[in-house]
């Protein structure tokens, strides 16, 4: 499945700012933008969504830019244990596609002490 | 509040026997998934309930395969006569809706020897 694209891995600094970038040039308008990471040996985990509008939580922002064909999650302050494997993915609001979920490769961010 | 739970932890069985793997989602959720994630590899869907149905069985590798949920809560995946090549992590996951986000177990490793 080839509906986003991350780059393989990055490294961050403790205390920095993470902005992890993901292309999805072919999203339709009904699909999300979707955010998990998987910590090494643990299950996923949720970490943003949204469609259009820039969002943000307890966790980190997500920034869609206006034409919604890429995105960038920003982790504000990243911690040693923000270091995990992160997914970005586009899914539709129906369909099987909408609860399936697929990964990719993903981004391994490493943040350094 | 408390999380999606799985157990046991780990597995590890004889090839041919049969296994159980319990996931307890969180309260309230209707919806639950179950996925395998080989080694170094991405999700692979197996089974959706809604409620106590399984609308989506299409992800289950073969006929030893079965899952079941009841009271719209505990489900459980079995495995008969269990190979070598079902050897894997499998993960659990809860959400209040197939549209919402999904909330992953910590995963019972399955090791057949």
């Known amino acids: 499945d080839a509906k986003t694209t991350q780059p393989p891995s990055m490294d961050c600094a403790e205390g920095r700012a993470a902005n992890l970038p993901c292309n999805h040039s072919t999203i339709s308008g009904n699909e999300y933008v979707y955010w998990y990471r998987q910590i090494h040996s643990q299950g996923p985990q949720y970490i943003i969504h949204?469609?259009?509008n820039n969002e943000t939580n307890e966790m980190a922002s997500l920034i869609i830019t206006e034409d919604r064909k890429s995105s960038t999650l920003i982790l504000p302050h990243a911690t040693l244990r923000d270091t995990a494997v992160y997914y970005c993915?586009?899914?539709?609001?129906?369909?099987?596609?909408?609860?399936?979920?697929?990964f990719g490769k993903g981004t391994k961010l490493s943040v350094i002490p | 509040g408390a999380g999606v739970s799985q157990s046991p932890s780990n597995k590890v069985t004889e090839k041919g026997k049969d296994v159980e793997l319990r996931c307890d989602p969180i309260s309230g959720h209707t919806a639950l998934y179950w996925y395998r994630q080989r080694l170094g590899q991405g999700l692979e869907f197996l089974i959706y309930f809604q409620g106590n149905s399984a609308p989506d069985k299409s992800g289950l590798p073969s006929d030893r395969f079965s899952a079941e949920r009841t009271g719209e809560s505990v489900s459980t995946l079995t495995i008969q006569r269990t190979q070598q090549e079902d050897s894997a992590v499998y993960l659990c996951?809860?959400?209040?809706?197939?549209?919402?986000?999904?909330?992953f177990g910590p995963g019972t490793r399955l090791t057949v020897t």
């Open positions: 949204g469609l259009k």
């Open positions: 996951a809860s959400s209040p809706d197939r549209r919402n986000e999904q909330y």
């Open positions: 993915i586009v899914r539709p609001q129906s369909g099987a596609g909408s609860y399936q979920l697929t």
